[in-house]
């Protein structure tokens, strides 16, 4: 069994989509770039399997961002995706934290946004507000708010592996609400073990055996860091020079960190010369 799997269905008999996601290496190296309490482990692996769902919903080709923000210990968690299904996160918190410990321990007052960043088009971002307990019933709210497609999300993650499960009626003009409601019950029965052992045609006969449901093929999903040297050089460039030339004569090196995948960069003298002397140059041409 693939552990890194997002599988898409429909009914045929209503007009109601699905996905469910299941995540465990993509996870795993999402978390090794820092030691994070157990409550920080939690809420990413739910975070990442929102935002390959959310991905897989909206039909975006381009980047999203899912990002959670707020006054409590957790100051910030956010996972970056795209519609290759390719994902990377990260948290920022403080003080210790009980590991059961909910969103809104968690969070304190804040907010949710959600940036969609389409290839061609124009860039969305939309906000909710972190009044429910769980981060799949802010997300059920957003959906309301923003697209008023009911909408029942559920979410798991234990340090190990993440999963997730998504249910929507179909845009359009069609009123299914009683269809929804009923598989929306059946749907909401799903259980974190079921989720984390099970192939997802064996989760989805459990949940809806009664139901007619078509199957699309499986998308792999997987962690994907966008960081690189030329990146982080092009970063320095946006710098004054001059305050460059002073960490460097304090240091003798200037170091760039990734925060999502605890890669560094290092520049030295000649190396910032050369970032420089390159951009005349490409000005120049220009």
Sequence with gaps: ???????????????????VVQLEKSYQEV????????????????????????????????????QVQGDGPVSLAVVNGNNLQQLRGVARWNG??????????????????????????ERYQGVVALERPTLAECLELYF??????????????????????????????SENNQDFEHLEQLTNTVKAEELFELEA??????????????????IDVTFRCTCS?????????????????????????IEMGCEFCNNNYSFDSIDIEALF??????????
């Design 229 to 253: 040297r030329e990146r982080s050089g092009q970063a320095l460039r946006t710098i004054p020079r001059e305050e460059l030339e002073t960490i460097l004569a304090e240091q003798g090196k």
């Design 277 to 286: 002397s390159n951009a005349l140059h490409s000005d120049v041409q220009q």
């Design 31 to 66: 978390l090794s770039a820092h030691d994070y309490p157990m409550a920080i482990q939690t809420l990413l692996g739910e975070l990442m399997a929102a935002t390959s769902l959310l991905t897989a919903t909206l039909k975006l080709d381009g980047d999203i961002s899912v």
């Design 201 to 218: 045609t064996e989760v989805l006969h459990r949940l809806y055996h009664q139901e007619e449901v078509r199957l699309f093929d499986p």
């Design 144 to 173: 309301d708010q923003s697209e008023q497609l009911p909408t029942a999300i559920r979410l798991f993650a234990n340090g190990k592996q993440a999963a997730g499960i998504l249910l929507q009626v179909l845009p359009g003009d």
């Design 1 to 19: 069994m693939s552990k890194d799997i997002l599988n898409r269905y429909l009914f045929d008999n209503a007009d109601v989509r699905g996905q």
């Design 96 to 121: 210790e934290l009980a590991a059961d410990a909910n969103l809104t321990t968690l969070m304190g007052t804040g907010h949710m946004v959600i940036t969609l960043t389409p290839a061609n088009g």
